[in-house]
């Protein structure tokens, strides 16, 4: 069975929340106990062939849609994972319809779902993503989080390079609400900065010198116009001359 993986490309909707407030919705009528995935991840890394079985057999009772999971003969099971993108930083692409090399901000909300297998490793998840999207940039410069909940309030961690993200949707089951992963880049004391190659630099400046000009313009324009609303009040006050 191979490790590797293809992609299904869709758009979802966006979510905003944070540490302390839980975006998901409350459940109504009896409220059922749900499993804690950090408590039962720490516990297991593994399983046997037969509990494999047994949790890909419940997983595909729960799921609600028809990406299920497949075991095969060897013991390797396959399945997909959604993966949101929250990229805030230009991303540069190989070619396709815009130029090679030329940088781009990725919308918001957009999601691409991966089938991978057991042996699919974090890294590895992110070399497909980046792919999928043609961009040219070192994967080093990405990490993969995983979004967990506990106690109703939301967490990210992020994870490791060696570590199996179908592994963490089948000990956590297909609810997203209580396991998604999210792409994202480095937090700025982990950038790797020799990574960026010169004109990568030199985009990202161009674009915050944009920006910059747009801000000081919108400035300008807010207090051209309370200039001009106080020339009318001192008028109308004075009276014609």
Known sequence: MSSGYSSLEEDSEEYFFTARTSFFK?????????????????????????????????????????????????????????????????????????RAGEAFYLPQGVSNTLH??????????????????????NPAKYALYKRYRREEQVYTCKLADAEKPLFLRLVAGPDPDLLSFVLKEQQTGEVMWDAFSIPELKNFLRILDKEEQEQKDAVIRRYETYRQRLQEALLEVRGPS
């Open 116 to 137: 991978v297998s057991s042996k699919t490793t974090v890294k590895e998840v992110i070399v497909g993503l980046l792919s999928k999207f043609t961009v040219a940039d």
């Open 26 to 98: 409350k459940p109504s009528g009896k409220i059922t106990e749900k499993k804690d995935v950090e408590k039962e991840r720490e516990l297991r890394t593994e399983f046997s062939k037969e509990e494999i079985w047994q949790r890909i057999e419940q997983y595909n009772l729960l799921t609600k849609d028809h990406l299920k999971m497949t075991l095969g003969a060897g013991g390797v099971y396959t399945g997909f994972i959604k993966v949101q993108m929250d990229l805030r930083r230009p991303m540069t692409v190989q070619g396709s319809q815009t």
